[in-house]
């Protein structure tokens, strides 16, 4: 069996397309494609890197007569995360939870248009609505190279884990601060606004009613993208107690 036959078969025993095995390595669908057909050869450091991915020998994946796979044990299963996939990963989760982030905010925000008579007010209204549709359809239609990171466990070498914990535990603090200012914000908003202006002072009370939509609208963003970014770190870094709590 040649290098690209297995290369073929270990990827589609784990359940990857050429594009997602692609994302994990650093290159180009088309190169893996090429590998596959025996028409060109990886370099030494992305063919370590799919030993350690598809839990294979460098011998087995070198030596053309090795045709038999490896028995892996219970202990070695699992996903191999590369400081570049960690980056990879944790990069494709922030720009998904700032769309999520920035949808939560524009519909509670937009509400602040929408207790206004004039026409021009509701059609504002509904356009941010839509936006924050459009911004959740994109999330749920895109691609995610990353799903089995959510589903499997995952295995790193030291020096990785080590740089991705002490990134988190600097930015734990500042991701605890954002969360109480989102959760203040929302509290204003919702519930102090509404009462500052009596009733009967209609325009007042829509202006202040406004911000106060405003304001909670900008605190349910930094709720919602700060508790995400943390779940994403967390499920690297804590990954065995992570699957605990979700069996």
Not at 120 to 146: E, H, R, T
Request: with cysteine; net charge neutral; charged share 25%.
């Amino acid at each position: 069996m040649t290098f690209g036959e297995k290369i073929q078969k270990l990827r589609k025993e784990s359940g990857l397309s050429q594009e997602e095995l692609s994302y994990q390595l650093g290159v180009s669908r088309q190169a893996v494609s090429k590998w596959e057909r025996d028409n060109g050869y990886p370099e030494t450091e992305k063919i370590i890197r799919m030993s350690k991915l598809f839990h294979v020998s460098l011998d087995y994946l070198l030596n053309e007569e090795d045709t038999e796979k490896p028995e892996i044990s219970p202990d070695e299963k699992g996903i191999y995360v590369s400081r570049e996939m960690a980056d990879g990963f944790l990069a494709y989760q922030k720009r998904k939870i700032l769309k999520i982030s920035v949808a939560v905010g524009l519909f509670i925000g937009g509400l602040s248009l929408s207790f206004w008579d004039a026409e021009i007010s509701m059609l504002l209204f509904m356009v941010v609505v839509i936006l924050g549709i459009i911004l959740l359809f994109s999330v749920k239609s895109a691609d995610n190279p990353y799903r089995r990171i959510w589903k499997e466990n995952l295995s790193f070498d030291k020096t990785v884990k080590s740089e991705l914990t002490s990134v988190y535990t600097g930015k734990k603090k500042l991701t605890h601060i954002l969360n109480l200012v989102g959760a203040a914000l929302i509290a204003i908003g919702f519930l102090l606004c509404p009462m500052i202006v009596p009733a009967e002072m209609y325009v007042l009370d829509n202006i202040v009613f406004a911000c106060g939509m405003i304001l909670a609208g900008a605190g349910a963003f930094l709720c919602v993208y700060m508790s995400g970014i943390v779940r994403a770190y967390k499920l690297l870094i804590m990954n065995e107690e992570y699957h605990e709590k979700g069996k």
